[in-house]
């Protein structure tokens, strides 16, 4: 069974920095290319970052530069570090595999406020 659990998520100042994790289960890893989602209040979940079984990262717009996403194969585990956070990166943050439809975790939640 697919199941993924992340962590990380906290209440931060804008400006500041987060790093969230995400361990991944009942699939192998290391030959799957991984993704990191948000969403936002009463918004659609999203797609915000990418990164292929070889390490080749994609970002959308409005985290590139930075967000910056890795994986250690080894722990089976997803990372994502926010850097110059914003009040609009307020989100649940998810992980996923990016070859498999179904499956979510339960999420960790950012928030950017003063």
């Known amino acids: 069974q697919v199941q993924y659990v992340e962590s990380g998520g906290g209440l931060v100042q804008p400006g500041g920095s987060l790093r969230l994790s995400c361990t991944a289960s009942g699939f192998t890893f290391r030959l799957s290319a991984m993704g990191w989602y948000r969403q936002a209040p009463g918004k659609q979940r999203d797609f915000i970052a990418g990164i292929t079984r070889q390490g080749s990262a994609n970002y959308v717009d409005s985290v590139k530069s930075r967000f910056t996403i890795s994986r250690d194969n080894a722990k089976n585990t997803v990372y994502l570090q926010m850097n110059s956070l914003k009040p609009e990166d307020t989100a649940i943050y998810y992980c996923?595999?990016?070859?498999?439809?179904?499956?979510w975790g339960q999420g960790t939640q950012v928030t950017v406020s003063s």
């Open positions: 996923k595999n990016l070859g498999i439809a179904a499956y």
